[in-house]
């Protein structure tokens, strides 16, 4: 089933939630295309390139602004970057959809609302706050 805007909470950072929803929106043409037989390898490899790029994207702010939870968060983001990659592999050479099907339609929306919930939430109050920090040391300064 395709998840939708209010499956997922909104955080206070903006660069999230426009990747959060870019990720929903390939996860669901996916999933759609899977069900609708019109799937080609194309739908997977760009879901597992935004990934890629959300993911680092959340890493460099975690870094730049020394959030203590970055080894936690960036662990999870490489095993669920893993799985993609080993299902990729498993779906090139067999050819079988049923391994992807369970994944987009169960296993990852499940953990990207657990994923949401916790390490993303945390961060994104987390960076609000050090963005606040920074932008009133900005001002002191100017
Ligand atoms: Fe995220
Ligand atoms: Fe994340």
């Known amino acids: 089933m395709s998840m939708m805007f209010w ?6 950072v903006q660069f999230m939630n426009r990747e959060h929803e870019t990720f929903v929106g390939l996860m669901n043409d996916a999933e759609q295309a899977l069900t609708m037989g ?12 935004h990934c890629q790029e959300h993911f680092a994207h959340e890493e460099r702010e975690m870094q ?13 983001h490489d095993r669920v970057l893993l799985e993609m990659t080993e299902l990729l592999k ?3 050479a067999t050819q079988d959809i049923e391994p992807l099907l369970r994944y987009l339609q169960d ?9 949401i919930h916790t390490l993303d939430q945390v961060t994104a109050q987390y960076l609000t706050a050090a963005y606040a920090k920074s932008n009133r040391r ?5």
Request: hydrophobic share 35%; glycine share 6%; proline share 8%.
């Open 7 to 12: 499956d997922y909470p909104q955080l206070p």
């Open 107 to 115: 296993i990852l929306p499940e953990w990207f609302t657990q994923h």
């Open 64 to 76: 730049r602004t020394h959030f203590p939870g970055f080894e936690l968060h960036k662990k999870q």
């Open 90 to 92: 498993g779906y090139v």
């Open 38 to 49: 019109t799937f080609s390898v194309q739908h997977f490899k760009r879901l597992v390139q």
């Open 138 to 142: 900005a001002k002191s300064i100017g």
